[in-house]
């Protein structure tokens, strides 16, 4: 009997050891396979990472200083000329007067001389100290880079091996941050995809320093919520992801002030998770009201630092401040909004792309969720019959909706409790984000590089939502095989057509600054040093950077150029030229393109369309164009408003771009010609007077006396009976003897008096 009881006791002891041993090997299994997935997804990452900035820095490589870099620089290497007045010494001036020249690297304090400028000084954009300073920093490296004397390239090499590193850091955050909201790697590249390679992406990858580095705000609105997820979760060194929390949303806001919406969102996550308060919110709500007070932090030492809210500084003041009216109501506000935001946005993707995954998200939703979208498509249809502003936006909206209609009733029976709630607040945080992110852009909207922000959200939320569509049209076979054959291989051509606007903003950078340099060449071999141009494109500048200063341009318009050099005024234009006419020589320079109706009012050379000044011309001196394709069929459909620049952002006005003016399909064209003239005398016509800043360059409607339309067009002013169009083809010909010239509208008025007394 003990005998047996010893051998149970045995088996028992010998059973409990090995088990023991198997739950211990079974642990140590399970961290050697956590550890090896650890190290698994670190090498992944450390691929994505290295695939974006070697992308990015070899296409970047390719070319040369682009605008707005090169003013810049060329006022750094050449000098800085101001003759307006300076702001009084009771506020902080701007960078414009105190910053972007003299700087030379490799001298002593250096670093310090940029800081000091950077942080005691306004930006035209608002307070961005550390923007500025970056902005510095590569002008004296650049401008070493480009020395007339003594080049040294090998610097520019280096800072844009830097940029690339921050392409590469921002590729690896999105895709940590986009795979808390998909289920596979393969979704996560998609957004990658669709990401880097749209327009507002590529556009601004050609700019290097100026205005800070484009990147760096996404960058940091990635950062700051990845670290927030880490200090949130964090078991260890918890206080170390809370300083690094602390110091990005201290930093951020000082790179650009939109990026004090992390702070908003971390509040929000925050009351999403904990429904109480916690200190990260408390520490998100200074950083938030750091964001809205930017200059708080510095006013102590830096008593000339305006102690005002975002809102009163800088370009979001003026813009903020042109759009207030004495009618303040909700709905003049609404009036007043940039709905085209809305529209930009749904082209910064492919438009096959929206479409197919407003279908793939209808048909992933419940039959009563499909009855639902039925009425919210016709609600939209009605706005479009109407014409309001807004449709493009309530199509936004509508799929936003749509989404988190779909976490919150559209869920897989098996799935119950928390994990269903924690989908469902993961689309409500992707919505909120997305729309937060979008909305400032309805009053202070002037560039679509801007929209790369709220695309981040965006692409997130589009693929996350439609993301289990296509994993069941891929398994899909028998009958609804014809899905699969149909879906998939629109959806490849989407991304096909999102990668070709890196190789459309290549051809369009490439055609455009080949024509600045033959440009540059022909004024080095035409003209003397120092001759005076007056054009009517930004990109002069670019000519006087890559001719090595032979030029100094000013500008016949007073929109993005520096105001210095600036002649929209014709009475500002005529006291210059009889200030400098015969010591040095003056050239119009016309760029000369296919302007729309809007676009040629104001950016043709009015000076030159309404021949205001007596020239003599030179010839056409070159004509640059440039093609590449598309190959998404509803791009053919696109009206040219809708047509993104894929150069640098601020010259979309310069040159021509859009569809193939020869009519050939799934072909985009950029082009412009120079045409010069040299000014024969000072003076200018008393015509230019008249509607100082239209252009004439279509016919221009003035008024309308007795039964006659008044017309402004090229350096004429007509009458024209009210039964003839004024179009310019018609005015061109001068077939109808009914058309009244003259030299002014009192003349024309006249004209008609004596005409209709007959």
Not at 21 to 50: A, D, P, Y
Not at 516 to 524: F, N
Not at 545 to 556: A, G, R, T
Not at 639 to 661: A, H, K, S, T, V
Request: proline share 5%; net charge positive; with cysteine.
């Amino acid at each position: 009997m003990r005998h047996c009881i010893n051998s149970q006791e045995s088996v028992a002891k010998a059973f409990n050891s090995s088990s023991k041993s198997w739950s211990k090997h079974k642990i140590m299994q399970e961290k050697s396979e956590t550890q090896k997935s650890r190290q698994g997804q670190r090498s992944h990452l450390v691929l994505i990472f290295l695939l974006v900035a070697a992308c990015f820095f070899t296409v970047r490589s390719t070319e040369g200083l682009v605008w707005n870099d090169s003013p810049q620089t060329a006022e750094n290497l050449y000098g800085f000329q101001n003759s307006i007045a300076k702001p009084s010494d009771a506020i902080a001036p701007t960078c414009r007067d105190e910053g972007a020249f003299g700087l030379r690297w490799g001298e002593p304090n250096l670093m310090t001389t940029i800081f000091t400028r950077a942080f005691s000084c306004l930006e035209f954009g608002g307070y961005r100290p550390l923007s500025a300073a970056l902005s510095y920093t590569g002008v004296a490296i650049f401008s070493e880079a480009y020395s007339p004397t003594e080049p040294k390239p090998y610097l520019g090499k280096i800072w844009t091996a830097g940029v690339a590193v921050l392409f590469g850091l921002l590729a690896v955050l999105l895709f940590i941050i986009a795979r808390e909201y998909v289920q596979t790697d393969l979704a996560a590249y998609a957004i990658l995809l669709l990401f880097f390679f749209s327009p507002p992406m590529v556009s601004g990858a050609w700019i290097l320093f100026s205005g800070g580095i484009q990147v760096t705000v996404p960058l940091f609105i990635c950062l700051g919520l990845w670290l927030y997820r880490k200090t949130s979760e964090a078991q260890q060194h918890r206080q170390l992801w809370g300083f690094g929390l602390t110091l990005a949303l201290v930093t951020g806001p000082w790179v650009r002030e939109y990026i004090g919406i992390v702070a908003g969102l971390i509040i929000f996550l925050e009351f999403q998770q904990h429904r109480r308060v916690t200190w990260i919110s408390v520490l998100a709500l200074l950083g938030f009201l750091h964001a809205l007070f930017p200059t708080a932090l510095l006013h102590g030492f830096l008593p000339k630092l305006p102690l005002v809210p975002v809102f009163k500084l800088g370009s979001l003041a003026v813009q903020l401040n042109t759009a207030a009216s004495a009618d303040s109501s909700l709905w003049s506000s609404l009036a007043r909004a940039k709905w085209e935001v809305a529209k930009v946005f749904l082209v910064t993707l492919p438009p096959s792309f929206f479409l197919l995954s407003s279908v793939a998200l209808l048909l992933s939703l419940k039959r009563e969720a499909r009855t639902l979208a039925v009425l919210i498509g016709l609600t939209a249809i009605v706005l479009v019959s109407l014409g309001k502003p807004w449709v493009w936006f309530s199509l936004i909206v509508a799929f936003c909706l749509l989404t988190l209609y779909q976490a919150l009733y559209n869920r897989n029976e098996s799935v119950k409790g928390e994990h269903a709630t924690a989908q469902f607040h993961r689309v409500l945080f992707l919505n909120v984000w997305f729309l937060v992110s979008l909305l400032p852009f309805l009053k202070v909207f002037s560039a679509h590089v801007h929209l790369a922000y709220p695309l981040i959200p965006g692409v997130i939320l589009i693929v996350a939502s439609t993301e289990r569509f296509w994993l069941d049209i891929l398994k899909q076979s028998g009958r609804a095989v014809w899905k699969k054959a149909i879906a998939v291989p629109i959806l490849l051509m989407c991304f096909f057509d999102q990668t070709l606007n890196a190789y459309g903003s290549y051809v369009t950078v490439h055609s455009l600054y080949g024509g600045i340099r033959r440009m540059a060449d022909w004024v080095r071999t035409n003209t003397p040093p120092g001759t005076i141009v007056i054009a009517n494109a930004l990109h002069a500048e670019d000519i006087r950077f890559y001719s090595q200063n032979h030029i100094l341009p000013y500008w016949s318009v007073g929109v993005g150029v520096p105001p210095e050099r600036t002649l929209e005024k014709p009475a500002e234009l005529e006291s210059f030229m009889k200030m400098h006419f015969g010591s040095e020589r003056i050239l119009m320079l016309s760029m000369d393109q296919a302007f729309s109706q809007l676009k040629g009012g104001f950016h043709a050379h009015k000076y030159v369309t309404r021949n205001t000044v007596k020239t003599a011309l030179l010839g056409s001196i070159y004509s640059m164009s440039g093609w590449y394709p598309f190959v998404d069929p509803l791009r053919n459909l696109l009206p040219r408003q809708m047509e993104l620049f894929l150069g640098p952002p601020d010259l979309e006005n310069d040159i021509y771009f859009g569809r193939d003016r020869s009519h050939r399909p799934f072909l985009k064209e950029v082009s412009v010609t120079y045409n010069a003239y040299t000014v024969v005398d000072p003076g200018v016509s008393k015509i230019a007077y008249y509607m100082q800043d239209s252009t004439f360059l279509y016919p221009t409607f003035l008024e309308y006396y007795r039964d006659y339309k008044l017309c402004g067009y090229r350096d004429k002013f007509l009458a024209v009976p009210d039964d003839i169009p004024l179009k310019e083809n018609r005015l061109n010909s001068a077939s109808d003897d009914r058309i009244i010239g003259g030299s002014s509208v009192d003349e024309l008025k006249a004209k008609v008096d004596q005409l209709l007394s007959k």
